[in-house]
């Protein structure tokens, strides 16, 4: 089964090519109103063969009518597909087929009744008998399921048994049952892909809310529930469904009803599916009267072409109808012009009204159809040549005419051995066979279709999609758009031609028909309750949150790195904030570091060139030299707090602060002790005398500084500080800052740096009266005040900020302790040394220490 497939679709490839290489156009010329009660409602042929050769003057008599029906051209295709046949010497070499057709055959549906009456008052008919000895014939119908039916009882009960019927009309489910009806043959396929076919097409347009109106019947509910199964899949909904009943009384007591349906519904396209013979179609003209503009989505029975009745499409939106693919049957034309007495002129042309042609689209001069004028249309059909176009009917008919010879050749050549030897029974016997062959028979047709009798086998059907539009002066046309192939891979089984579109409306643009307008990027679907799929409304999606496609049902949340823009339709990486150089607070930071350090390197400077005057001796040189030194390092040490954040400047960001902060207060202190000791020791106390002489005071320096190392260690080992990302706090940025780790190892640093300088400016305080030139107990008092309040400052102000901001705190917190300590302590004395040298002597010195021991 799969190599068939495979063979098939091998097959069609160059067909569905070609219908686009060459693209057609089909021309209905009608210029009259036919007055004539015979509407085409399906005809009867007898088909059986004989075993004489046939003349062609025989189809020409049989052919010969008055009146030109729709019905008639189905005649001249049986004539045509027969005479191909019987021209054939591989397909029944020593017998002819014959067929039988009258205007009675025509209208045999309207006089059934009287017929049978008639025919029983006059002994014609009579139950399980026959009076004459005929061959085998089949019946080929066209008729309405119901009057086919009809037929079949007619032909199986009262005339013959076990006669064959086949039907060339669309495809019926209540036909298919082949124990209740064993002879009875239906040409047309089963429509399985045509729910399928038309969801695509709406699809292809972008539709997703349509009306369906079908026959409340066995067929329109079983392509009902196609249609939900297909839609269901691509989400496309039903705005409403109108189920016309079978019955005319009953149809007309809801009309109103069906028509405020379509009326209020903002559905713009309305799919149709049914019999034309029906109350469907009644419902339909109404609807056409009454100026209802939509655009048609229907099958090729319903065309201006090939349908039976008047109806016209005659709106703004044209039609599109979907029928079955077949090749093109070559040679009508000329079968039909050697049968009529009449040369096959344009004057003849034009009155077979009944027929359509087809015509090269290329040709056309007008650009778009619909712009074209009645005479223009009617002066360019004239000056044309055209040849007559196979409809999807007369396919079926062909085929089937193919279907009774191969049958026909196999009984002819096939062997029984058990013949009745009976004339009645041998008849019946040959029909019966005949019936089964037809069941089983397949075969290949000229123009290189498989056909296959056998319904359950059957393959799926292509269709070729038409759009239908209506010209003034009964001009109509058909033109080929596209295909439909069930046997493609999903997304590619449509193929439309936006060139033939455009060529036969002017525009690719199509009308919208959807419940909802599309929710575009930056928006979500909001389900309404109650409602279809189709119907929803558009919400912005949450903060954050994007959507990039049309009609997301979810909102995506960005990433932590990125963040949702103004449309929020997509993500944008976050910028990188941390503290640089090139940014101006930063560069102010970095600046104002460097040049208290450069001073502070100055002041050092003064200090060494001056290391020999009382004012250095005086302040422990040693001890200045360590403090400025440190303070130096102090300065510097906001450059570690700039730049981007790695894990070994965050680490070396608070242990150098800690470590050269502790030796800077620490300095302080031990200067501040050995300022006390110096006033308080008197000469009894030589112990203490001698700790002041033998430096013991620069050893604080190092105890207090082993002291943080170790705090330090500890807070390395339980959590170091780390690279901390924030992605949150600022929308739009990614905050890099140093992580503090342990917040509480951070806590107790500061807290003993705290102390020290706590300590330091509590003896300074104390101190501050004591008798010298140079004590510097009050400076010391000044700094450690500004040191303290810098850091119990801090402590709020740090929490209260983010980001660089953050970082720009702890700079400067760190820049204005060591300010205060270097302002208070060495500018005094560097003004001493360099703008008042008198002052600093030995004199001076004491003038100044009798002067305080004078005022004690």
């Not at 979500?524 to 990039?548: Q, T």
Request: aromatic share 14%; net charge neutral.
């Amino acid at each position: 089964m799969l190599i068939l497939i495979l063979l098939f679709l091998l097959l069609n490839i160059p067909l569905l090519v070609a219908g686009f290489i060459y693209p057609r156009c089909f021309w209905r010329i009608k210029q009259n109103i036919d007055k004539h009660e015979n509407l085409g409602t399906g005809c009867i042929f007898f088909i059986e063969g004989l075993q004489w050769p046939v003349e062609k003057e025989y189809f020409s008599s049989i052919l010969n009518t008055q009146t030109h029906t729709e019905n008639h051209k189905y005649a001249l295709v049986l004539a045509f597909s027969i005479n191909e046949i019987n021209k054939n010497p591989n397909i029944l070499p020593n017998m002819s087929l014959i067929f039988t057709f009258s205007e009675f055959s025509c209208n045999w549906e309207s006089q059934l009744k009287s017929l049978m009456h008639l025919s029983l008052q006059n002994h014609e008919i009579f139950p399980n008998y026959v009076c004459f000895d005929d061959a085998c014939a089949v019946a080929l119908t066209g008729l309405n399921w119901a009057t086919a039916l009809t037929l079949y009882t007619i032909l199986n009960n009262f005339i013959f048994q076990q006669f064959p019927q086949i039907t060339y009309g669309p495809f019926h489910p209540v036909l298919n049952d082949h124990e209740k009806f064993p002879y009875l043959y239906q040409m047309a396929s089963e429509d399985t892909s045509l729910a399928l076919a038309m969801v695509s097409f709406i699809i292809h347009f972008s539709w997703n809310w349509v009306g369906l109106v079908i026959s409340d019947n066995d067929q329109g509910i079983q392509f009902l529930s196609y249609m939900r199964r297909e839609m269901d899949k691509s989400t496309v909904c039903l705005a409403f469904i109108s189920m016309i009943p079978v019955n005319m009384n009953l149809y007309m007591s809801r009309a109103e009803m069906y028509y405020n349906q379509i009326i209020t519904s903002s559905a713009n396209v309305v799919i149709i599916y049914g019999d034309t013979d029906s109350t469907l179609a009644v419902n339909f003209r109404m609807w056409e009267s009454l100026g209802i503009q939509r655009i048609w989505v229907t099958t090729s029975q319903w065309d201006i072409i090939t349908s039976k009745k008047d109806f016209t499409f005659d709106n703004l939106y044209g039609a599109f109808a979907f029928g079955h693919h077949h090749a093109e049957i070559s040679g009508f034309k000329t079968f039909v012009q050697t049968l009529s007495s009449v040369k096959y002129s344009d004057d003849y042309l034009v009155n077979l009204e009944w027929m359509h042609f087809n015509c090269e689209v290329l040709a056309s001069k007008c650009k778009t159809l619909k712009n074209c004028s009645s005479s223009h249309s009617l002066e360019w059909l004239m000056v044309h040549t055209f040849d007559m176009a196979f409809t999807e009917v007369s396919y079926e008919i062909y085929n089937a005419v193919y279907a009774v010879a191969h049958a026909l050749h196999e009984l002819t050549f096939q062997k029984f051995d058990y013949l009745p030897t009976d004339k009645r029974k041998e008849q019946i016997y040959g029909c019966s066979k005949l019936g089964s062959f037809l069941r089983k028979i397949h075969f290949t047709n000229p123009v290189g279709d498989r056909v296959n009798m056998k319904q359950r086998d059957k393959l799926q059907e292509d269709y070729d999609i038409f759009y239908i539009w209506k010209f003034p002066q009964g001009l109509g046309l058909k033109v080929k758009i596209g295909i439909f192939s069930p046997y493609f891979i999903n997304g590619h089984q449509l193929h439309l031609s936006e060139d033939m579109i455009e060529w036969a409306r002017g525009s690719t643009q199509m009308l919208t028909s959807v419940c909802s307008a599309d929710c575009g990027p930056g928006f979500r679907k909001f389900r309404k309750n109650g409602m279809p799929a189709c119907c929803f409304d558009c919400s912005l999606c949450p903060e954050n949150e994007i959507s990039n496609e049309t009609n997301m049902e979810l909102c995506v949340l960005c990433p932590e790195d990125q963040y949702a823009n103004k449309e929020q339709n997509h993500c944008i990486h976050k910028a990188l904030i941390f503290l640089t150089y090139e940014d101006p607070l930063g560069m102010t930071l970095s600046l104002m570091a460097l040049c208290f350090s450069t001073f502070t390197a100055v002041v050092l400077g003064v200090f060494v060139k001056h290391h020999s005057t009382p004012i250095v001796k005086a302040n422990n040189r040693t001890l200045t030299y360590i403090l400025l030194i440190s303070l130096i390092f102090c300065f510097l040490c906001p450059l570690l707090f700039i730049g981007h954040p790695h894990s070994a400047t965050c680490i070396l960001q608070q242990i150098t602060f800690g470590v050269v902060f502790t030796v800077a207060v620490s300095t302080v202190l031990a200067k501040t002790i050995t300022v006390v000791l110096a006033f308080k020791v008197t000469a009894p106390q030589r112990m203490m005398k001698y700790f002041l002489v033998s430096g013991a005071p620069n050893y604080i320096i190092l105890i207090c500084t082993f002291i943080q190392v170790i705090l330090c260690a500890i807070w390395l080992g339980v959590s170091p500080p780390s690279v901390d990302i924030d992605a949150r706090s600022e929308h739009g940025h990614i905050i890099i800052v140093c992580n503090k780790g342990s917040v509480t190892a951070f806590y107790c640093v500061l807290g003993y740096l705290v102390c020290l300088a706590f300590g330091c400016f509590t003896l300074a305080f104390l101190s501050r009266n004591l008798p010298g030139a140079f004590n510097e107990a009050k400076s010391m008092t000044f700094s450690m005040l500004v040191f303290c309040s810098v850091w119990f400052t801090f402590l709020p102000v740090y929490h209260s900020t983010k980001g660089k901001v953050m970082v720009a705190v702890e700079i400067f917190s760190t820049l204005a302790s060591s300010a205060g300590m270097l302002i208070f302590i060495f500018i005094p004395k560097c003004y001493t040394i360099l703008f008042i040298p008198d002052r600093n002597s030995l004199q001076m010195i004491r003038e100044k220490s009798s002067s305080h021991a004078h005022h004690s």
